[in-house]
């Protein structure tokens, strides 16, 4: 059975000078519209259904930055 609940962390376009909470998400590849940050100190609860389409993607490199914001951010580092 699949939970139907999810986490994500929110996505802005609005720059913010905070390196360690703000990771910007880079290149044309992101297929995002604009130049977009993850903000790792907004976490939020949503359900499965809530998921609409593909709006974008973030490589490897940026996966492996947001993690380890989110761990320190979580106290898990």
Not at 40 to 67: C, F, P, S, W
Request: proline letters at 4%; glycine letters at 8%; charged letters at 20%.
């Amino acid at each position: 059975m699949r939970p139907t609940l999810i986490v994500v962390c929110l996505i802005t376009s609005e720059a913010l000078d905070s390196p360690l909470l703000r990771i910007k998400l880079l290149g044309a590849g992101t297929g995002l519209e604009r130049p977009s940050w993850v903000m790792v100190e907004k976490l939020t609860t949503i359900a499965r259904a809530q998921v609409g389409k593909l709006i974008g993607r973030a490589d490897d490199a940026t996966m492996l930055e947001v993690n380890r914001a989110l761990a320190v951010f979580l106290g898990l580092a």
